[in-house]
């Protein structure tokens, strides 16, 4: 029987792995590299109306969220709840169905492909140099970035 790892080890190794990476800046680097470089541009029209948008929403919700917190946690309680019941209802009964508060309604889905796993079957990446084709061929056009908004504490021009 193999001798068991106790936490204590897992622990100190873990501490020993983070100290290290801390103190070399070769290990650092990896980390700091993520790091985004937020370039200080001249307000656009765009860009001027989407801060003043979004930090207006910001304060909105800010407010509501002081107006309705203790609300909105006893809600995301009942949803938490909600989800699993629904899966379970689903199982029992495989129907749309009424118990004269709620309508439970029932849509069965086709199940989707699973395109991964067929490319992979065929022979995946290999396959598609052997007919002279490279992956990036196939490279979806859309959705090529992301974007995401924080306040950066700067003052907004009201």
Known sequence: MSEMIKRVDLFQAWHNHIHNEFQDPE????????????????????????????????????????????????????TKQIDPLKKEVASEFKRSVTNGV??????????STDYNAAFKFLGGEKA???QGYLLSKF???????????????????E
């Open 102 to 111: 709620i309508n439970f309604k029932y849509s069965p889905k086709t199940p």
């Open 27 to 78: 290990l650092q680097k990896k980390h700091l590299d993520s790091l985004v470089e937020f370039e200080p541009v001249e307000n656009t029209e765009a860009l001027k109306k989407l801060s003043d948008l979004f930090t207006r929403a910001q304060r909105l919700q800010d407010e509501i969220k002081e107006a309705v917190g203790e609300k909105m946690d006893e809600l995301k309680a009942c």
């Open 128 to 130: 598609l140099k052997e």
């Open 139 to 157: 490279d979806k056009k859309t959705n090529l970035f992301q974007t995401s908004l924080s306040i950066t504490g700067g003052k907004n021009d």
